[in-house]
């Protein structure tokens, strides 16, 4: 059994104006508040029209929504909250594919028949995600056409990330990369209706993964940028990204 499905409420069991009530998870428990500022209703307007096979899923900080290898069978929209998708190599070797946040979607390969799961979602602070049925979605493109020009719009910007990211990856040096990567990790889920959005804290680590090169060099470059003030570290951690500055390295050789 998948991790998500052990965390599955129907939709019956939320009000469709609010699904998830502060203060509390989709079944009732206790756990983190969620505040009104986070909850982003786009997702639940581009959903409405899926009356079937819709469900909401609340989880905490690093659990896993579902593992490579499990059944694809459904596809995952984020109302709130941050998401990272991770692949591991038969030889055991973890690589970051993409964190995602709000108005994301994720798990997309099961509407062409992709049997199984080939990477792994875990979550990276308390979020909150629409789980939809395969067949449900299928039926809602189908004989939704504001869904289906939606949908499609958003896995054409997807798919115009993924080439940017590989022409980057192939023809950028590993500093401009990380510049790029600080640069979409800083912009990540911030819309018009959630403009609070923070960047997502990682370990050198992860933007080593990220980015395709090594932890010390990560160090190095996080350093530099920090020097030239295209970074700042706050008290609690978190970073602040000086978009303007990171931008012209991004843009310029």
Not at 13 to 28: K, Y
Not at 101 to 118: K, M, N, T, Y
Not at 186 to 209: C, I, V, Y
Request: aromatic residues 6%; positive net charge; charged residues 25%.
């Amino acid at each position: 059994m998948s991790s998500a499905s052990q965390k599955v409420a129907s939709q019956d069991d939320v009000p469709s104006s609010n699904p998830v009530l502060p203060g509390r998870s989709v079944n009732g428990s206790k756990t983190m508040k969620l505040h009104v500022r986070e909850t982003d209703p786009h997702v639940e307007s581009l959903l409405k029209s899926i009356a079937t096979g819709k469900q909401v899923l609340q989880f905490q900080k690093n659990e896993t929504v579902f593992s490579q290898g499990d059944p694809a069978d459904s596809i995952f929209f984020i109302q709130s909250g941050k998401v990272k998708l991770t692949v591991v190599s038969h030889q055991g070797k973890e690589a970051v594919l993409a964190m995602l946040g709000p108005r994301d979607f994720f798990g997309e390969g099961c509407l062409v028949g992709q049997p199984s799961r080939v990477s792994t979602a875990t979550t990276m602070e308390s979020s909150v995600v629409f789980r939809v049925q395969k067949q449900a979605m299928l039926l809602g493109l189908h004989g939704q056409p504001e869904l289906s020009d939606k949908f499609t719009a958003a896995l054409l910007a997807r798919n115009i990330n993924l080439e940017e990211d590989l022409c980057d990856q192939l023809f950028n040096h590993s500093e401009k990369r990380l510049a790029r990567v600080l640069l979409k990790l800083n912009r990540l889920g911030q819309h018009a209706d959630m403009p609070r959005a923070k960047m997502p804290r990682l370990s050198h680590e992860t933007l080593a993964e990220m980015v395709g090169t090594t932890r010390s060099r990560i160090t190095f470059f996080m350093n530099k940028f920090k020097k030239l003030g295209l970074i700042q570290y706050r008290g609690t951690g978190d970073i602040t990204v000086n978009e303007d500055l990171i931008t012209d390295l991004v843009l310029h050789d």
